[in-house]
T-cell receptor, first 115, second 112 residues
């Protein structure tokens, strides 16, 4: 069975602060995908990143960066110099790499960025 | 490129009724997945359709059923609605094997 744990439920920061969202996962699959999605108040899930389990290189995209550590089963997401528009619920998710790409989500982290 | 669309946006039903939700997949995608998101929770996988066949199912009862059409659009049907079925229903499309799923805006279902 697959499981994703997002232990933080709510985080509040002041604009321009850096913030890290934690994600820990469990799976028996030898290969898998990890994802982060953003859900703004409108409700639509916005795809941010997909990481394959065999690629442990960290990734940076603008103010966003992701730290994948297979040894600790973690896939953490850092927002640098946060902005008010970053306020949303952030979900970490896991899926097998086979044809059935069922996503298993964590419970989400509500991020509030105050001006 | 057209993204994933869902209809209707909102729906109010009473307990025991039946409901049909619709989803049009993103251009070029052949797989559609449905998720239920209760308030304050992460989305839960209902089922997935590929080539008009169910290709995996989550822990949902048989009164949740679906269809996929030749143009890859899909329907989610829920019979005998219960109060706990109140949730945001999300449709996601993908190209099999690629991993990324792209979500529609969802249908907010309220069961009274």
């Amino acid at each position: 069975a697959q499981k994703v744990t997002q232990a933080q439920t709510e985080i509040s920061v002041v604009e321009k602060e850096d913030v890290t969202l934690d994600c820990v996962y469990e799976t028996r699959d030898t290969t898998y995908y990890l994802f982060w999605y953003k859900q703004p108040p409108s409700g639509e899930l916005v795809f941010l990143i997909r990481r394959n389990s065999f690629d442990e290189q960290n990734e940076i995209s603008g103010r966003y960066s992701w730290n994948f550590q297979k040894s600790t089963s973690s896939f953490n997401f850092t927002i640098t110099a946060s902005q008010v528009v970053d306020s949303a619920v952030y979900f970490c998710a896991l899926s097998p790499t086979g044809a059935n790409s069922k996503l298993t989500f964590g419970k989400g982290i509500t991020l509030s960025v105050r001006p | 490129e057209t993204g994933v669309t869902q209809s209707p946006t909102h729906l109010i039903k009473t307990r025991g009724q039946q409901v049909t939700l619709r989803c049009s997949s993103q251009s070029g995608h052949n797989t559609v997945s449905w998720y239920q998101q209760a308030l304050g929770q992460g989305p839960q996988f209902i089922f997935q359709y590929y080539r008009e066949e169910e290709n995996g199912r989550g822990n949902f009862p048989p009164r949740f059923s679906g269809l996929q059409f030749p143009n890859y659009s899909s329907e989610l049907n829920v019979n005998a609605l219960e109060l706990d079925d109140s949730a945001l229903y999300l449709c996601a499309s993908s190209f099999t094997g690629r991993g990324e799923q792209f979500f529609g805006p969802g249908t907010r279902l309220t069961v009274l």
